[in-house]
């Protein structure tokens, strides 16, 4: 008889077969063992937090919400959009525990769609997964390259002034360097991705303590406007739209929930630890990043935004701690930022794979072919270093607002890839009862259609949101939001290739059995 365990969000179920080995879960499902599976407990949670990387993701996004509207649109889009994302958080961990498979939400869609439908629906959500999947690694990389640049500024004092061009350049061997280092084994990643949490969790500390310690008393913004004060410099009349365009940090932040879910087929009892470690990440990046949102607004009174460096926290960091101390902490942002992008790449290159291995990418047969030497992909790896590349070719133009198309894309193209199954969900198992869902180890029992729900509702309001301009009038091309039209262009050129041609042959995840 199985047992149950409640909890304030979800039902954990013991049911019989659970501790069935990963193998025989995975057969059950039509897949082979391809992978080795090296991660354990820590590695995997490590995995999931280096993924957020709160400690690099907020230094990366902040001046989206603070130079929108000011340090309310800040704390409160963190908060509300923290709340909310949970429900997406566990909305796939769910569906993860039960479809334990290195294609994530992409491999889950076979089991939670009528079988007509499984080609069109595995189709579209493989393409939006793999293009989000994309847009955030090579997001991730130019954050870094961004912060590379902030750091050769302030150690100058402000004389090497690096052009788009040069930022550009750092950000493609911050990519060369990931694709070096993800041309690894599984057993070597997994070792590297142990320490991940540390390095993330005790940067977060060192920025909070060393703002708060060393703030004079003129930089100190009063509590009430922490919370309170709105300064709209979008151009956009309504403050409240100004306000919510700060939802970009936190949903760029927390997207790449099915991360775990990529690398389960190289986890120890992925069905439990996989999910587990989607909700633990989620609420704790949650929680942190609150936190460090208060301290860097909290110490940012009186201080011209975003300064010479081009980056607002670079900027209260160095009028806090100084010059030493920023290049301190920045070298710590820098090392999570390339935990972010490592993590990214993997979980990136096995969902590449997946899509590859079922014949739902150009040269499918080729980007499909599994080094075992090494137990990885390698080719999926590097394909999408060239991807990468040509995105930041955004990079170059003067105004900076191009190329925060990438983080909006990656934050639209991977949540609609998460809430199209969940969607399916809800109305083929919870409404019509059409189809039989048997929940993992983790399930959320009669409150899953109500989570499910709140996930597709959100990410629909979210989307309006990111798609827009952050600056209104738009009157230039460099000031347009690319995320629309690289995500819609790039769908419609796939399910055009589907309709004349892949609906021939393309069946859905079939699995390699």
């Not at 070597?188 to 977060?204: E, L, R």
């Amino acid at each position: 008889m199985s047992q149950e365990t409640k909890t304030d969000f979800a039902v954990v179920k013991e049911a019989p077969g659970i501790f069935n080995s990963d193998e025989e879960v995975l057969a059950r499902l039509g897949y082979r063992q391809e992978f080795v599976r090296e991660f354990g407990s820590l590695s995997t949670l490590s995995f999931a937090f280096s993924i957020m990387g709160v400690a690099a993701s907020i230094p990366s996004t902040f001046d989206t919400p603070m130079l929108s509207a000011g340090p309310s649109s800040v704390i409160w889009c963190w908060f509300i959009g923290s709340i909310f994302c949970m429900s997406i958080a566990l909305s796939i961990a769910e569906i993860i525990s039960a479809f334990p498979v290195s294609g994530g939400m992409y491999s889950a869609s076979k089991f939670l769609v009528p079988e007509a439908q499984v080609p069109l629906i595995s189709w579209i959500v493989g393409w939006l997964n793999t293009l989000g999947q994309v847009a955030g690694f090579a997001s991730t990389d130019f954050a870094c390259a961004r912060m590379i640049a902030a750091m050769g500024i302030l150690a100058t004092d402000g004389d090497w002034n690096p052009t788009p061009a040069v930022i550009v350049g750092i950000y493609v061997g911050v990519l060369l360097l990931h694709g070096i280092i993800n041309t690894s084994s599984t057993k070597t990643m997994a070792k590297i991705t142990q320490s991940f949490v540390f390095f993330n969790a005790g940067t977060v500390l060192a920025i909070i303590i060393s703002l708060f310690v060393t703030v004079p008393d003129n930089q100190k913004l009063p509590i009430k406007d922490i919370f309170t004060s709105v300064t709209n410099n979008t151009g956009y009349t309504s403050d409240f739209l100004a306000i919510m365009l700060g939802l970009l940090s936190v949903c760029w932040t927390m997207t790449d929930y099915d991360a775990t879910g990529h690398i389960a087929e190289e986890t120890h009892r992925a069905a439990i630890r996989g999910p587990v470690s989607i909700i633990v990440a989620v609420g704790g990046t949650g929680i942190m990043g609150l936190i460090l949102n208060v301290a860097f607004v909290a110490c940012s009174n009186n201080i011209v935004l975003p300064g010479a460096t081009g980056l607002s926290t670079v900027e209260i960091l160095y009028n806090n701690v100084g010059k030493q101390g920023t290049m301190a902490i920045l070298f710590f942002i820098i090392v999570v930022t390339n935990f972010i992008g490592i993590s990214a790449l993997q979980a990136n290159s096995r969902m590449v794979f997946a899509f590859a291995r079922d014949g739902g990418l150009p040269l499918s047969w080729f980007w499909s072919k599994f080094n075992d030497r090494l137990g990885v992909p390698i080719r999926s790896v590097w394909v999408i270093i060239v991807i990468s590349v040509l995105m930041g070719l955004l990079g170059l133009m003067k105004d900076p607002t191009a190329v925060n198309a990438i983080f909006s894309l990656a934050t639209v193209a991977m949540d609609w890839s998460y809430i199209i199954p969940i969607a399916y969900k809800v109305y083929y198992v919870h409404i019509r009862g059409t189809l039989a869902f048997q929940p993992g180890p983790f399930s959320m029992g009669r409150w899953s259609p109500i989570v499910n729900t709140i996930a597709i509702l959100w990410t629909v309001l979210v989307s309006a949101i990111l798609i827009l301009p952050t600056t209104y009038p738009v009157l230039t091309v460099s000031q347009m939001n690319f995320s629309a039209p690289i995500t819609v262009g790039v769908m419609l050129l796939a399910i055009v290739w589907y309709v004349l041609d892949a609906k021939k042959w393309y069946k859905g995840p079939t699995g390699n059995l």
